[in-house]
């Protein structure tokens, strides 16, 4: 009897541990609800409150979960929920704001008028080239102002090396987002924006010169809005300048050879009132002659930055605990045309490294990414995709990059070719051994190494990047080469 009594009484402590364990990830599942969840950096919340839509195209798609400040006080972060159609149309490259009441100019009106008797709310949208989907747990950058409300879609990305400069003109004559920039009747670029001065004396358009086409644009360039212009007088002969104008105004731009200096972004001139009276200059002489062709320029060098990563784990039982990793990775312009950062997620997703209670996920919070680029600024990087096989490799957009920044040409980059095995000198190394050479693994310059191996150093066969020095699985140490034939095609360079 005695036997049997205690025999019940183990039973029931094991079914009460198995109904507490029950419990537990019954209330963790209750606070995960489904759908895709991901991080949105602003650098203002614009009065957004947890509960607030996330809407595709005015379709309400997901939710608000919580809204704070990073650790440095510098943005608002805002935890979406996206439901099956939000997660079916949110892409590495959607573009995400907050919609509020604005102003935006005499041209493009007031915008965000029906939150001004509702919640102010996320909205975002995704361009007819798609990325890739974007995957749980991105940490994107929000944009500050919404995109064109005539035809988002219609305005070309920003290209590495575009010249981003604003016009300052008396009067606004019909420009809108779109319209496009010429000189010598070949366009240019575009206008992103048109808005009204604070104090309503000037009109600021924003223009989009191409890269290819910037060393046009100089201190002593002269621009005006184009609209027909008539010359000449009633009883002579007279002309109609652009008269094309009458279907669609544009920016027109004119300059001379070897006049001004090339101008940097951000620059700020003022447009003619009227079209200028000069004449084009006449074909030279030299332009005959077959132009020389010009000696291949070297490659650029191998563009490594350092990374820096920071975030708590939170607990429900216990005190939060800090998450700190460093490690480096490689500069690259992808398909879009951004700054981003090819590195392993063992060392910018706390996720990846980190284990929550009874097997759970981890809740990570306040995470902040920040680039180290040599000889230059430091970058806040957003995580916008991680391999979905759960492979160590990630990828990371910069913000705010300057235009000249030095990248690592395509060439170098090899996402087919097989890493080799190197996990095995590695060890030897770790035991004494012998030394990887040089051309083995790199580093960045200033980048502490953590013993003889480093998280995001490349692998390099033939000069060429073939792996990255990561974690051979999760919420392990053991190290493994991480080949680059998961990255999709819109993420990896332009050849």
């Not at 607030?52 to 309400?60: M, P, S």
């Not at 105004?249 to 001139?269: A, I, K, L």
Request: aromatic share 6%; charged share 20%; proline share 8%.
């Amino acid at each position: 009897m005695q036997r049997t009594r205690y025999l019940i009484g183990v039973l029931t402590l094991a079914l009460a541990i198995a109904g507490a364990v029950g419990l537990w990830r019954l209330l963790d599942n209750g606070q995960q609800r489904p759908g895709l969840r991901a991080r949105v950096e602003f650098r203002d919340a614009r009065s957004l409150r947890a509960g607030a839509d996330v809407r595709y195209r005015g379709v309400t798609v997901g939710s608000v979960l919580d809204v704070r400040i990073t650790a440095d006080g510098s943005m608002a972060v805002v935890d979406l929920l996206l439901d099956e159609q939000g997660s079916a149309h949110a892409c590495v490259n959607s573009s995400f704001w907050i919609v509020s009441p604005r102003f935006s100019g005499l041209a493009s009106g007031a915008t965000g008028l029906d939150t001004l008797v509702r919640d102010a709310y996320v909205a975002f949208i995704t361009p007819a080239e798609r990325g890739s989907p974007l995957l749980p747990g991105s940490l994107l950058g929000g944009s500050e102002r919404p995109p064109s409300t005539l035809d988002p879609e219609s305005l070309e990305p920003l290209e590495h090396g575009d010249l981003l400069m604003s016009l300052l003109v008396p009067e606004n004559h019909g420009l809108k987002p779109g319209s496009p920039v010429l000189f010598r009747g070949t366009t240019t670029g575009d206008v992103r924006s048109v808005e009204l001065s604070e104090d309503g004396t000037y009109v600021e358009v924003r223009l989009r010169i191409s890269r290819r086409y910037r060393q046009t644009v100089t201190d002593k360039s002269t621009f005006w809005v184009a609209r027909p212009y008539v010359s000449g007088s009633v009883f002579g002969a007279f002309t109609v300048s652009d008269v094309n104008a009458l279907l669609l105004p544009f920016v027109n731009y004119s300059g001379h050879p070897g006049e001004g200096v090339p101008v940097e972004d951000g620059w700020r001139t003022t447009a003619r009132a009227s079209r200028p009276e000069e004449q084009v200059s006449e074909v030279n002489a030299h332009a005959l002659q077959a132009p020389r062709k010009p000696a291949t320029a070297p490659h650029d060098p191998l563009q490594l930055v350092r990374i820096v990563y920071a975030a708590v784990s939170r607990h429900t039982i216990g005190s939060d605990g800090a998450v700190h990793h460093e490690g480096s990775g490689v500069l690259y312009v992808d398909g879009s045309g951004r700054a981003a950062v090819l590195t392993t997620r063992s060392i910018a997703d706390g996720s990846f490294t980190e284990a929550g209670w009874f097997g759970s996920a981890p809740d990570i919070a306040q995470e902040q990414i920040h680039v180290l680029v040599p000889g230059g600024p430091v970058l806040r990087g957003h995580r916008v995709w991680v391999a979905p096989d759960g492979r160590d490799l990630a990828v990371l957009v910069l913000d705010d990059a300057p235009p000249d920044l030095l990248v690592t040409p395509a060439a170098l980059l090899d996402f087919d070719a097989p890493p080799p095995d190197l996990v095995a000198k590695v060890r030897a190394v770790r035991e004494g051994g012998s030394e990887l050479a040089p051309a083995e693994l790199h580093l960045p310059d200033k980048v502490p190494e953590r013993g003889p191996w480093h998280g995001g150093a490349v692998q390099l066969e033939d000069g060429r990047v073939v792996a990255l020095f990561g974690c051979r699985a999760r919420r392990t140490s053991a190290p493994a080469a991480v080949g680059l034939d998961a990255l999709p095609a819109d993420l990896r360079p332009r050849p």
